[in-house]
C-alpha cells in the first residue's frame, strides 16, 4: 500500500492527472451543455476525431497551431449545427443523427487526412504545444510545477468549469438554457426559441468537441494518427452522468479518470503488484463505472432530453 | 416469383463464371506481371504495417508486380475484402492476420489456387496459407545492449502494445541483451492496449521516465516523443526512426519486409508456392532486419560500445550466436 502512495505522491502522477484530464474535461464540459438543453449529441466521438485532423492540418500548414485551434472549433460548430439540423429542426432520433454523424466525421478526418497528406511512411508532424509556466505560481514547490507548469490549453480548460458554471447557472441564458432541457413548453410559452436555444448549445458543444479533438493532434501529441481519439469521446457520455450535468462535478469525473489513468500507467511499469496489463488498462473505466454507480445514483437527467421540440404538440 | 428468383441466380451465377473464366485466360496471358493485393487492418502508416508496404512497392518497381492495397480493414469487413480480391484473379494476397486469424485461414481455403502469405503469430495452412512475422529480436538484443550501456540510473524500459508472441519476444530479448552487459539493469514494461494510439503510448513513457527511465525502447509509436520532450535516449522500432528525434533515438530495431516479399513473389512467379513459414526471412542472417545507423550518435557512442555491438552483430551473422527466443509475459522491475 505504502508502494502505491509513493507512487501517487509525485509531481509527475499529478501533471498527468491533469494532462489526461484536460481533453476529456472539454468535451465532457461540450455534452453537458448539449445535454442541459435536452439534446444527446453523441456526434462527440467523430467530431473530436475531425477537430483533430483539422486542427493539425490548419497548425501545419499556417505554422500557427492557434490558428489549427480555432479551425478544429469552427469545424465542430458547423457538425454541431448539422447536429442541429437533424435532432432540432427535422425532429429526428438523436442517438441515430448523433451516431450518424460520428460515423460522417470519422470517414471526412481519415477521407481528408489522405486527401491532403496522402500515403506518408511516417505522419508528419509540427512543434506541439510547449508547456508555458506560469511566472512566480509555477515557483512554488511541489504545487507550483504540478498546476501552473502546462500548455496554455490546460489552463483554459479548467478556467472554463467556473465560466460555465457562471453561465449556467447566473445568466438569463443559463436559466433559459435549463428550462429547455427540463420543460419544453414552459420555456416555450416564456417567449424562449427552443430550437435556437437547443442549436446554440450543439454549437458550443462541437466547439469544445473540436478543441479537445485538436489537444491530442497539437498539444498531447504532435501529430493527426487514426488512433488518436480511440474511444476518448464515448468515455465523456459517461463522464457527463458522473458529473450529474455539472460543471463543477464534470471537473470532478474527468480528474477522476484522468488520475486512475496516470496511475495505473505508473503502477504497471513499477511492478508493486503483478497482475495482467488489460487489468491496469481497464482500470479507469471500473472506477468511473464504480463511482457513477455510488455517486450518480440519484442523479436525474435534464428532462426533456431525447424529447424532440414540435411546435403546438403535446 | 419462386422459379424466376431462381432463374435469375442461374443468370448470374452463369455471368460470373464467365467472368472468371476469361479473367483466368487473361493472366495466362500476361504470366509475367504478378498481380498482389494486400489487406492491411490498421491504416498505412502504423510502423509494423508501413514495413510490408514499403517492401511491396520495391517490389512493384524492381520485381514489376502489380500492386494494390487496402488499409484500415477491420475484422468484420476482413473476409469479404479478401475474397474480392481473391475473385478478382489476384496471384498473391498479402497481410496481417493477427486480429483476423481465423477469418483469414478460412477464405483462404477456398481460393486454393491462390496464394495467401500473411503476418501471424500462428503457424502456416495447406494448401496456400503461409505466414510470417517480425522476427527481429536480434537488432532487438543488440539495441538493448546498448541501452544497458547507456543508462545512467541503470533503468530502461520499452512502451509495447499487448503481451503477445511476437510483442513479447522484442521486450524479452531488449532486456536480456542489457543485463549481459549490465548485471544492474532493471527493466520497465508498459502495455497500451492498442496498436496504434500514439497519445496513449506517450503517456505510458512518460509515467516510465517518471520513475527513472533514461533509455527506452519504442516499440508502439508515440514514444520517442515523450523520450525527445525529457531530453532521455529513444531506441526506434521497425523502421530507422531518427528523423523523429535525431538528437534522441541512437538506433532502430529495423525490421525489413524486402527479402520476405522477394521470396515470396519469387516462389509464386515460379509455381512452386507452398504452404510455409516464411520467418527466417526476417532474421538478420537474411537481411529482414538489422540495428539502424547510429547517425548523429555516431560520434557521441563510446568506441568500445560500438566495437562490442558490431562484434556480436558478426556473431549472429555468422551463426555463433544465437538470441535467446522468449515469448514469455514480460515482468516489470
Known sequence: ?314 | MKINMNSLCRRILAAAFTVVLATGAGRALAAENLRVAAVFETPIEEPWVNQIHVALKKAEEELGIEYTWSESVKAADFARVMREYAEGGYDLIMGDAFGAERIARRVAKSYPDTAFVFGSGIGPADPNFAVFDNWIHEPAYLAGMIAGKLTEKNTIGAVAAMTIPEVNRLCNAFCAGAKEVNADVKCKFSFIGSFFDPPKAKEAALAQIDQGVDVIYAERFGVIEAAAERGIRAIGNMSDQRELAPETVVTSVVWDMWPTVKQVVNVVQAGVFTAQDFGQFSYMSKGGSFPAPYHEWEDKLPEEVKSMVAERTQEILDGTFRVPIDESTPKSE
Open chain 1, 1 to 314: 500500500m505504502s508502494e502505491i502512495l509513493e507512487q501517487i505522491f509525485q509531481i509527475g502522477f499529478f501533471t498527468a492527472m491533469l494532462r489526461v484530464a484536460t481533453p476529456l474535461l472539454l468535451a465532457t464540459l461540450g455534452e453537458m451543455f448539449s445535454e442541459r438543453a435536452g439534446v444527446l449529441n453523441l456526434g462527440i466521438e467523430g467530431i473530436m476525431l475531425l477537430g483533430a485532423m483539422v486542427g493539425f492540418a490548419a497548425g501545419y500548414f499556417s505554422g500557427s497551431l492557434w490558428l489549427g485551434i480555432v479551425a478544429a472549433a469552427v469545424t465542430g460548430i458547423a457538425f454541431g449545427g448539422l447536429m442541429g439540423l437533424l435532432t432540432v429542426s427535422l425532429g429526428l432520433s438523436q442517438h441515430v443523427s448523433g451516431l450518424g454523424i460520428t460515423l460522417l466525421c470519422s470517414g471526412l478526418a481519415f477521407f481528408g487526412y489522405r486527401l491532403i497528406f496522402g500515403q506518408p511512411s511516417q505522419p508528419p508532424h509540427v512543434d506541439a504545444f510547449e508547456s508555458v509556466p506560469l511566472p512566480w505560481f509555477s515557483d512554488i514547490p511541489f504545487i507550483g510545477p504540478i498546476l501552473f507548469d502546462h500548455v496554455t490549453l490546460v489552463y483554459i480548460a479548467f478556467l472554463l468549469v467556473p465560466f460555465a458554471a457562471f453561465l449556467l447557472y447566473r445568466t438569463p441564458w443559463g436559466l433559459n438554457l435549463r428550462t429547455v432541457g427540463e420543460n419544453l413548453q414552459a420555456a416555450a410559452s416564456a417567449g424562449v426559441s427552443v430550437a435556437w436555444k437547443r442549436y446554440q448549445a450543439l454549437m458550443i458543444s462541437g466547439a469544445l468537441f473540436g478543441i479537445a479533438g485538436a489537444y491530442f493532434s497539437l498539444a498531447q501529441f504532435n501529430a493527426f494518427t487514426f488512433g488518436v481519439i480511440s474511444g476518448r469521446g464515448w468515455v465523456c457520455i459517461a463522464l457527463v452522468v458522473l458529473g450529474r450535468w455539472d460543471p463543477w462535478r464534470c471537473a470532478f469525473a474527468a480528474l477522476l479518470f484522468g488520475a486512475v489513468d496516470a496511475l495505473q500507467l505508473r503502477l504497471q511499469s513499477s511492478g508493486i503488484i503483478d497482475l495482467p496489463f488489460q487489468v491496469f488498462l481497464l482500470l479507469p473505466f471500473l472506477v468511473t463505472v464504480v463511482a457513477m454507480a455510488v455517486l450518480a445514483r440519484n442523479a436525474r437527467a435534464p428532462a426533456s432530453l431525447l424529447v424532440p421540440y414540435r411546435k403546438e404538440e403535446r
